[in-house]
Structure formats: C-alpha cells, structure tokens
Nanobody, 119 residues
C-alpha cells in the first residue's frame, strides 16, 4: 500500500522560506515521477513543480520558477519542495503526488499541508 505523509507547512511572512517534505512508503521514488500541486481557496488545483526521474528532468509553474526547487531523496524515499522568496499569492494547500506505472499510470496523493504567506 502506497502512503504519502507531508509536513513542513505553516505561516511565513512575505519574502520568507519554507521547505515541504513528503515521505513515501510502499513505492520506491528512484523509479517514480514526483510532483507538488497546490490549491488556493476558490481555485483549481495547479501543478507547481515536477520531477520525472532525476534533477535534470524538472519543470515548474512559471510564477514559481527561480524561487521553488523540487528535489528527491532516494535514501529517505522523500520528496522536498524548497520555497524561497514566498509571496502572499503562494498561499495554498500543497499536495505531494507520486505516480506508479502498472499497465497504466496510477496517482497517489498526500493529505495536503497548508502554507500561509502573510504579514
């Protein structure tokens, strides 16, 4: 059974930093595409950052490019999202996503962690 547990959300002032973590059990991340999504109140969920397999295969939402970094720790089987220079508009619930292929792609989601950027 695949389980994702997120941590690291909280309240931060504009310009501050946070690191989100997603610890995965039941699926080796070394062979799994991973990503972070977010959903702000009243808005649809959007893809923030994705890594196909390695750090040289990443893509980012244009508004976070240069500020956010997705990384994978295969030893810990965890995914991280380093967020710098946070803005009020980054406020949202952030979700970790992992994919597994078995005749088709399956999606697994974390429970979400709230990030609030406010002065």
């Amino acid at each position: 059974q695949v389980q994702l547990v997120e941590s690291g959300g909280g309240l931060v002032q504009p310009g501050g930093s946070l690191t989100l973590s997603c610890t995965v059990s039941g699926l080796p991340l070394s062979t799994s595409p991973v990503s972070w999504y977010r959903q702000a109140p009243g808005k649809e969920r959007e893809l923030v950052a994705a890594m196909r397999y390695t750090a040289d295969s990443t893509n980012y939402l244009s508004s976070v490019k240069g500020r956010f970094t997705i990384s994978k720790d295969n030893a810990e089987n965890a995914v991280h999202l380093q967020m710098n220079s946070l803005k009020v508009e980054d406020t949202a619930v952030y979700f970790c996503n992992v994919k597994r292929f078995a005749t088709k792609w399956y999606d697994y989601w974390g429970q979400g962690t709230l990030v609030t950027v406010s002065s």
